[in-house]
């Protein structure tokens, strides 16, 4: 069925964010005696990811560390979120490197390692060109990502060298689990993550079944328009008490703009729509005798083929069903020359009525 179909996407969406920190590097080259690898997407490896404007260099080496930190350029609406007392960030009292560098990062041992250590500061800041994206540290790895091509001859020492900085500090790390900011983002991360990966399940199953779902599209698009707007107020809350005064919290808002604004209707629409169909235990309603005036099928193009909608016009004085519905292969084909067909309806969950059967073939819930 559809609904495990994308039930499996939410899980690997979650599950995806949430351990990708912890796999091991793969696939590491050598050079100068550091182990390493580059992924670049841009159009000097492949002309594909020109058109897709893609854009992104990454050189990483195995790093194990307990300290899990993101710098990146520091913008404006970070210094919103600090001047207003929402986030909070380390500052080392170099001014070059607190007004240049935003540092995501919450375990109380990050301040000392960088106050107390020019040097990080310094190549830090030689990193950091125009074209820098970020720098991360996770349990696994430590990544620069630039917009532009790195040359390994320059990047890939730095990097080393901040590994080793951070490693002579690993001991006095002792804990990862004292940054009790990250494991909170990381949760609300993975949240988003499976809420993008579910809407896209949702847009997979849309794409294959065109199938009729509802007598009434309105009264299940206005319970997912409000699903949305009490899922925004919800994570807004959650951000506020799991994540105020910590560096992270503004950046996952501002980071799932996108998500919110592209995916999250998607996903709310198709939640409430679930749940109305698979929790419905309801009594069902059968009309029966119901004249067909007529049925006809549609040709569009597919993604490198021509496919099909298929469509049937009915009569019924019984019950207020919609003149056209929107139908599968299979109840088209079990039609056939037939002037009348039946049709059970589900109650739902929300009382928001459904097709189940159409000529006694399962169409809703399917």
């Given at each position: 069925m559809w609904v495990i179909g994308r039930l499996l996407f939410f899980v690997c969406g979650f599950t995806i964010?949430?351990?990708?920190?912890?796999?091991?590097?793969l696939g590491l080259k050598t050079y100068s005696g550091v182990q390493y690898?580059?992924?670049?997407?841009?159009?000097?490896?492949?002309?594909?990811?020109?058109?897709?404007?893609l854009n992104s260099n990454l050189i990483y080496i195995p790093s194990q560390t307990n300290l899990y930190f993101k710098l990146t350029p520091e913008r404006s609406i970070d210094k919103f979120f600090k001047?207003?007392?929402?986030?909070?960030?380390?500052?080392?009292?170099?001014?070059?490197?607190?007004?240049?560098?935003?540092?995501?990062?919450?375990?109380?041992?990050?301040?000392?390692?960088?106050?107390?250590t020019p040097s990080l500061q310094k190549i830090i800041l030689d990193l950091f060109d125009d074209k820098t994206v970020s720098i991360t540290n996770s349990d696994a790895r430590l990544i620069i990502n630039?917009?532009?091509?790195?040359?390994?001859?320059?990047v890939l020492p730095k990097l080393n060298s901040i590994k080793e900085i951070l490693e002579l500090n690993a001991?006095?790390?002792?804990?990862?689990?004292?940054?009790?900011?990250?494991?909170?983002?990381?949760?609300?991360?993975?949240?988003?993550?499976?809420?993008?990966?579910?809407?896209?399940g949702s847009l997979v199953s849309s794409y294959y079944n065109h199938q009729a779902t509802y007598l009434q599209t309105t009264s299940i698009i206005n319970l997912g328009v409000e699903s949305y707007i009490v899922f925004i107020i919800f994570f807004l809350i959650l951000v506020k008490f799991f994540l105020i005064g910590s560096s992270r919290g503004h950046r996952i808002l501002v980071e799932s703009i996108l998500v919110f604004i592209l995916?999250?209707?998607?996903?709310?629409?198709?939640?409430?729509?679930?749940?109305?169909?698979?929790?419905?235990?309801?009594?069902?309603?059968?009309?029966?005798?119901?004249?067909?005036?007529?049925?006809?099928?549609?040709?569009?193009?597919?993604?490198?083929?021509?496919?099909?909608?298929?469509h049937i016009e009915i009569q019924s004085k019984e019950t207020p069903l919609p003149q056209r519905i929107d139908i599968n292969s299979k109840v088209y084909a079990s039609i056939g020359d037939s002037k009348q067909i039946s049709i059970e309806i589900g109650k739902g969950?929300?009382?928001?009525?459904?097709?189940?059967?159409?000529?006694?073939?399962?169409?809703g819930g399917d």
């Open positions: 964010r949430f351990f990708i920190n912890f796999i091991p590097s690898r580059q992924i670049a997407f841009n159009r000097d490896y492949n002309p594909i990811y020109t058109s897709l404007k001047f207003i007392g929402f986030s909070k960030e380390l500052q080392t009292g170099n001014h070059d490197f607190d007004d240049k560098i935003y540092v995501a990062c919450d375990h109380p041992y990050i301040d000392h390692i960088f106050k107390t630039s917009k532009s091509k790195l040359d390994i001859n320059v001991s006095q790390v002792h804990n990862k689990f004292k940054d009790i900011y990250f494991y909170r983002a990381l949760i609300l991360e993975s949240l988003i993550w499976s809420i993008a990966f579910y809407s896209f995916c999250l209707p998607i996903a709310c629409l198709q939640a409430v729509s679930d749940i109305n169909i698979y929790l419905d235990r309801n009594p069902t309603l059968v009309v029966k005798d119901i004249t067909i005036l007529r049925r006809w099928e549609d040709e569009y193009g597919g993604l490198g083929h021509d496919d099909h909608t298929y969950y929300f009382n928001i009525p459904w097709y189940k059967k159409i000529n006694n073939l399962v169409v």
